[in-house]
């Protein structure tokens, strides 16, 4: 499968552990975005990265998140000290950049901090 | 930013109907308009898009209409089938610079066999 990939699946964690997501992007695709998605709701951006550089963070992201993308293949999304509210489904998005726009989305993680 | 609103909230057809979905944009320098596709426990899939450069776009069963005068996009789905069942979103972003997308809050479409 050569699409856009997530790790976890599901996560399930107490309020205040950290956690940790990966995202692998489609081979070659330079931009990679996080959304979160609460329920009956549509994605909200997160941030963005064009190849190894974060160039947005939007307000959603506190200073509790932090995103990495280090070789500016796979990235990396934190969220230490979890709480409630931070319970979604965290989704992951590449494109090839440039007038290529077409963002394609990865299975995404379900998050629940209990 | 960009605000995208969707109508109807729940959309339900007998199989073999038409489904339409529209959405409104409020950003006049948005120029690119996906529809996903999101079937429960999956991420969204890419199903048709449209750029600002042209009124209309078809693909097989699934067509999508722009008035970029009046800010409005829409999604056509003819002779709908039960596996059409899922939530459907519009976005709108700017095909320049970081090319974030606003995403509407989505539609339940429910196909009746």
């Known amino acids: 499968d050569t699409g856009v990939s997530q790790d976890p699946r599901h996560k399930i964690t107490k309020r205040g552990q950290n956690v940790t997501f990966r995202c692998d992007p489609i081979?070659?695709?330079?931009?990679l975005y996080w959304y979160r998605q609460t329920l009956g709701q549509g994605p909200e951006f997160l941030t963005y990265?064009?190849?190894?550089?974060?160039?947005?963070k939007s307000r959603l992201l506190s200073d509790r998140f932090s995103a990495e993308r280090p070789k500016g293949s796979f990235s990396t999304l934190e969220i230490q000290r979890t709480e409630q509210g931070d319970s979604a489904m965290y989704l992951c998005?590449?494109?090839?950049?440039?007038?290529?726009?077409?963002?394609?989305f990865g299975p995404g993680t379900r998050l629940l901090v209990l | 930013g960009e605000n995208v609103e969707q109508h109807p909230s729940t959309l339900s057809v007998q199989e073999g109907d038409s489904a339409v979905i529209k959405c409104t944009y409020s950003?006049?320098?948005?120029?690119?308009f996906p529809w996903y596709k999101q079937e429960l426990g999956k991420g969204p899939q890419l199903i048709i898009d449209?750029?600002?450069?042209?009124g209309e776009k078809k693909d097989q069963r699934i067509a999508v209409t722009l008035n970029k005068t009046a800010k409005h996009f829409s999604l056509h789905i003819t002779e709908t089938q039960p596996e059409d069942s899922a939530v459907y979103f519009c976005?709108?972003?700017?095909?320049?610079?970081?090319?974030?997308?606003?995403f509407g809050k989505g539609n339940q479409v429910v196909v009746i066999p």
């Open positions: 976005a709108a972003s700017q095909s320049y610079g970081n090319n974030r997308l606003a």
């Open positions: 990265f064009q190849n190894e550089a974060q160039l947005e």
């Open positions: 998005a590449s494109s090839l950049g440039g007038i290529q726009e077409t963002q394609y």
């Open positions: 950003d006049s320098a948005s120029n690119y």
């Open positions: 081979s070659e695709h330079n931009r």
């Open positions: 449209i750029r600002s450069n042209v």
